[in-house]
């Protein structure tokens, strides 16, 4: 899909097949991961947690269902981290919809993260609900004036 018309046809999925993600799937979502921008090049500063066993998924909360949760870590959870840690999230859902897998920004799960699943010393700061999906993704008309814009020439 074209990238411009891919971000017009983005939207929240909630709503997931019980099916897994492939793993060829996974390794192209790490791929966009790994490609999102990071302040200062720091990227140790960032861990990513994939979480698809399904007991672990079982403790989490408000994921929809979702097969496959993507934890965006951050070692420090300053703004820097939590501005490059969005656009690595949003690297991963702008890949998954590109694969036709439903994807969904998800921080409301975050608190429900077992401790012991995230590496020591490191914050979950976004997930990324994952899956199979039976929605469409029509790139749509987006209104110039949903955000106000001040234009200075």
């Given at each position: 899909?074209?990238?411009?018309?891919?971000?017009?046809?983005?939207?929240?999925?909630?709503?997931?097949?019980?099916?897994?993600?492939?793993?060829?799937?996974?390794?192209?979502?790490?791929?966009?991961?790994?490609?999102?921008?990071?302040?200062?090049?720091?990227?140790?500063?960032?861990?990513?947690?994939?979480?698809?066993?399904?007991?672990?998924?079982?403790?989490?909360?408000?994921?929809?269902?979702?097969?496959?949760?993507?934890?965006?870590?951050?070692?420090?959870?300053?703004?820097?981290?939590?501005?490059?840690?969005?656009?690595?999230?949003?690297?991963?859902?702008?890949?998954?919809?590109?694969?036709?897998?439903?994807?969904?920004?998800?921080?409301?799960?975050?608190?429900?993260?077992?401790?012991?699943?995230?590496p020591e010393g490191f914050k979950p700061i976004f997930a990324v609900t994952i899956g199979q999906t039976d929605e469409t993704f029509t790139p749509r008309e987006v209104p110039l004036d949903r955000i106000k814009t001040n234009i200075?020439?």
């Open positions: 899909m074209e990238t411009f018309k891919m971000i017009q046809a983005r939207k929240a999925i909630r709503k997931y097949r019980d099916e897994q993600i492939s793993d060829d799937q996974l390794h192209e979502l790490l791929v966009a991961a790994n490609a999102g921008p990071v302040g200062m090049g720091r990227y140790e500063n960032y861990r990513l947690t994939v979480i698809q066993d399904p007991q672990v998924l079982g403790k989490l909360t408000g994921i929809y269902g979702a097969p496959t949760v993507i934890v965006i870590s951050v070692a420090n959870g300053d703004t820097a981290e939590a501005l490059s840690a969005g656009a690595i999230a949003h690297n991963i859902e702008l890949a998954a919809e590109d694969q036709g897998l439903g994807a969904n920004y998800n921080m409301a799960s975050l608190e429900s993260i077992p401790s012991e699943t995230v200075v020439k």
